[in-house]
């Protein structure tokens, strides 16, 4: 103990340590206990439905594959799509062959309908199979909850993971997804469930950090930020941003984060690789701030083989190159990924012992159940709504004193799914 002790000194992590990470055992032992009453019925009706669409995807495939086949095989739909029906590959994997993963698919759906119906059946497979089968056998029998466990030490972020079941992989892209949701359900007839969600962290935190003017302004004004991104970029007023521009900045706001390349871009927008390159480079001459903030982290780390997070969470990196510009490999990926994270992992850590300590001092009839990524989920007494909304948003709004202003939405509702802003 006394060798840790030291060592956390040593490194300037023993504060993280004990006001941190070790107040939050409580918390989430607390989510533990508590779990989170799940609607089996509803999974039932999901699973069934689920069921019947895979069996019509699965005819609609042998229709055009011209016999049957066994999908969740590889080797065999290797043979359909690249000996068959002779489309195009891809990519290859050092051991087996031509790939048939969701990018391959995805690409090969523009040239065939096969593939498409393919990734279609692989989502329904993936959601029944993980997620609406599963999720019953782990109701435990007593409480009539699902209680996960909840994990400090494994995401090298500092994220917090969970286990079963995963609560932090529930889909929320697609529709079917989202359906999942509607599963998890206050625990009594007069009881909801409420959801806070930081809004944007990540790019509030690179704000933060990056001291970038035009961000911080556009936050502070509480702007749609990817619309005035948009409008910077495209040099058009904020009234005549279409979608499409809103779409591309969205993609380049959080490509920047994870040090996306113009190929990347390209291939995620569906557009020409030099406008993709014209586009970066008309981002960060828009926003020079968030260009030096990301060179300074990049030397920072290649000299002294570490990043750290806003409350001084350390992660050892090595890889980076001097100089290295925009084309990022993985370390340097990784270290920026990591300090903009890793931020919003503390952050919302330092939140939940807050909402925690605040709730027992009140003696509120509020319970935290779940936390995912940058999400809290709470039950309550309707009756007691108000009060836990305003308990909870307090909190989470005046976490850490930052140079933006943070944003919490949050939601109510009888489900996870049908929670409306509150």
Not at 54 to 83: C, D, T
Not at 128 to 137: E, I
Not at 296 to 305: D, I, T
Not at 356 to 381: C, K, T
Request: aromatic fraction near 6%; glycine fraction near 6%.
């Amino acid at each position: 103990r006394r060798v840790l002790a030291k060592q956390l000194t040593r490194t300037g992590l023993e504060r993280l340590f004990v006001e941190l990470e070790l107040p939050l055992i409580d918390v989430l032992a607390e989510l533990e206990y508590n779990g989170i009453k799940v609607d089996v019925e509803r999974l039932e009706e999901l699973s069934r439905r689920f069921g019947e669409r895979m069996a019509e995807l699965e005819e609609r495939i042998f229709q055009l594959a011209g016999h049957r086949f066994n999908i969740a095989s590889p080797k065999q739909l290797q043979e359909v799509l690249f000996e068959e029906l002779q489309l195009p590959v891809i990519k290859k994997t050092p051991k087996s062959g031509p790939s048939t993963d969701a990018e391959v698919l995805e690409e090969l759906a523009a040239v065939h309908p096969l593939p498409a119906e393919i990734l279609q059946y692989r989502q329904y497979a993936k959601l029944k199979g993980t997620y609406v089968d599963a999720l019953p056998k782990m109701v435990h029998p007593e409480t009539g909850r699902v209680h996960a466990s909840f994990h400090q030490a494994v995401a090298a972020t500092g994220r917090l993971s969970s286990s079963d079941p995963n609560l932090q992989n529930i889909p929320v892209r697609t529709k079917e997804g989202r359906e999942i949701r509607s599963a998890f359900v206050a625990a009594e007839d007069d009881w909801v469930l409420l959801s806070a969600d930081y809004s944007q962290i990540e790019l509030r935190v690179l704000a933060h950090f990056s001291q970038d003017e035009r961000l911080r302004e556009a936050f502070a004004r509480d702007e749609d930020i990817h619309a005035r991104v948009a409008s910077q970029v495209f040099g058009v007023p904020l009234e005549e941003v279409t979608a499409e521009m809103r779409r591309k900045a969205k993609a380049v706001n959080f490509g920047v984060i994870y040090g996306q390349s113009p190929y990347g871009l390209a291939k995620q927008l569906r557009i020409d690789k030099q406008e993709a390159a014209e586009f970066i480079d008309a981002y960060f001459a828009q926003y020079p701030g968030i260009s030096r903030f990301l060179e300074q982290e990049l030397e920072q780390c290649r000299k002294k083989g570490y990043v750290n997070t806003i409350l001084g969470r350390r992660r050892r990196i090595r890889g980076v190159r001097p100089g290295s510009g925009r084309q990022r490999n993985l370390a340097e990926r990784t270290a920026v990924n990591t300090v903009i994270q890793g931020s919003a992992a503390d952050l919302i850590k330092q939140a939940m012992i807050a909402i925690h300590r605040r709730l027992r001092r009140e003696r509120s009839l509020g319970r935290m159940l779940l936390q995912i990524h940058d999400e809290l989920i709470f039950e309550v007494p309707a009756n007691h709504l108000d009060q836990l909304g305003e308990l909870v948003r307090e909190e989470m709004v005046g976490v850490e004193p930052l140079l933006v202003p943070l944003k919490v939405d949050v939601k109510a509702g009888k489900s996870w799914a049908e929670a409306a802003p509150w």
